[in-house]
């Protein structure tokens, strides 16, 4: 049993070093490739050069000031600043005296997605290329930029909004990667002149992605595949300060609603005056419905607005009916003959919907 044992121990050591030296060779493998000159990124190093693939880049971001926020357009404007850090220089001067240019920006490593471009969009407010103490390379640039931005109004008027500033690669992440800076913490100003009324800022995080591209590369004699780029955005949360927009878009609404609430207090034989204002109550909804399409852009989606207009026109209906059933032989219901209690009902439900809504 003790030799068996051994010999058990003794053929998972050998298998484990002779699988551990095959991966250490395959690594060496491929980093002999891509420094080859060959085969992808095609920049040949020789082993004095202390280059390694792949290159990464830290990025700290600050958002001075935002304008424009408004739903009828597909960007925004931004004041910002950003910094992107290295370990090498802008240029990396190999053995052979050749260069490889290393700036992020101005060599094309990294772009901003999203940015609004012709005519004068974007205004370069300052370049710095220096070194700072621990003799890290540092990219600085201050835009004024318009970045597009795509609207999510499904919550509106109780909507928050996303807005994305992205940096992307423009090589393989075997050459390239990227990450939030650990060192300078991203940051925002919260008093913002121009910051539309209405709009706060609630948080700022970055998120991190894969992008796959259509464009193949060989990296090895046996490894021919798609570039990965990656990408890292900032996102920063606008919540909108809907109570007042809310009351403000549907107040025609409710005011058609309580016409509708005080046919209840009408004595049944005034059938002609329960019926105007009925009318009158269906109307108003609709009318209101229609102001609140007018003031939002063309919008292929249900939006908690669309709900709350339809509920308004549901309930005004609902009185309606239990108007109908109180002087209609044909229509059974006992329990909302009294006025007094279609009141009750009637304002019940329509507090319990509007709750839910909100909550919702």
Same mark, same amino acid.
């Given at each position: 049993m003790f030799l068996r044992n051994l010999f058990? @121990? +003794?053929?998972?050591?050998?298998?484990?070093?002779?699988?551990?030296?095959? %991966?250490?060779?395959?690594t060496q493998e491929a980093i002999d490739y891509q420094r080859g000159g060959v085969y992808y990124p095609e920049e040949k190093l020789s082993n004095k050069d202390t280059l390694t693939w792949p290159i990464k880049y830290d990025i700290s971001l600050k958002i001075e000031g935002l304008r424009n926020i408004n739903i009828d357009n597909p960007y925004f404007d931004a004041d910002f600043y950003y910094e992107i850090t290295s370990k090498y220089d802008s240029v990396f001067i190999k053995n052979d005296k050749n260069t490889i240019g290393l700036n992020p920006i101005s060599d094309d490593w990294v772009t901003i997605n999203g940015i609004v471009r012709g005519g004068d969009n974007i205004t370069k407010q300052d370049i710095q290329l220096n070194k700072e103490n621990e003799g890290l390379f540092v990219f600085?640039?201050?835009?004024?930029?318009? %970045?597009?931005?795509?609207?999510d109004l499904k919550t509106f008027p109780f909507d928050k909004q996303k807005?994305?500033?992205?940096?992307?690669?423009?090589?393989?992440?075997s050459v390239v990667r990227l990450s939030n800076s650990l060192t300078k913490t991203m940051n925002f100003k919260k008093d913002n002149e121009f910051l539309s009324d209405g709009y706060s800022i609630d948080t700022m995080y970055s998120e991190s992605a894969f992008i796959k591209s259509t464009q193949i590369e060989e990296f090895s004699p046996l490894n021919k595949r798609n570039l990965v780029f990656e990408k890292v955005t900032y996102v920063l949360e606008l919540s909108r300060g809907g109570s007042w927009l809310y009351v403000k878009l549907f107040f025609g609404g409710f005011l058609s609603f309580l016409i509708s609430w005080i046919i209840f207090l009408i004595p049944k034989k005034l059938i002609d005056a329960r019926t105007n204002l009925a009318a009158a109550s269906i109307f108003g909804a609709l009318g209101n419905k229609y102001f609140v399409e007018?003031? @939002?852009?063309?919008?292929? %989606?249900?939006?908690? +607005?669309?709900?709350?207009?339809?509920v308004i026109i549901l309930l005004i209906i609902f009185n309606i009916l239990m108007m109908v059933s109180q002087?209609?032989? =044909?229509?059974?219901?006992?329990?909302? =003959?009294?006025?007094?209690?279609?009141? %009750?009902?009637?304002?019940v439900v329509f507090i319990l919907v509007n709750l839910i809504i909100l909550w919702w």
């Open positions: 058990f @121990l +003794a053929t998972f050591l050998i298998y484990g070093v002779s699988n551990e030296n095959n %991966i250490m060779a395959q600085s640039r201050g835009i004024d930029a318009k %970045i597009n931005h795509k609207w807005l994305k500033f992205s940096f992307i690669t423009q090589a393989d992440t007018e003031s @939002l852009p063309n919008v292929q %989606i249900l939006m908690k +607005a669309d709900i709350i207009n339809n002087t209609s032989k =044909k229509m059974k219901w006992p329990k909302v =003959k009294s006025s007094k209690h279609a009141l %009750i009902r009637s304002g």
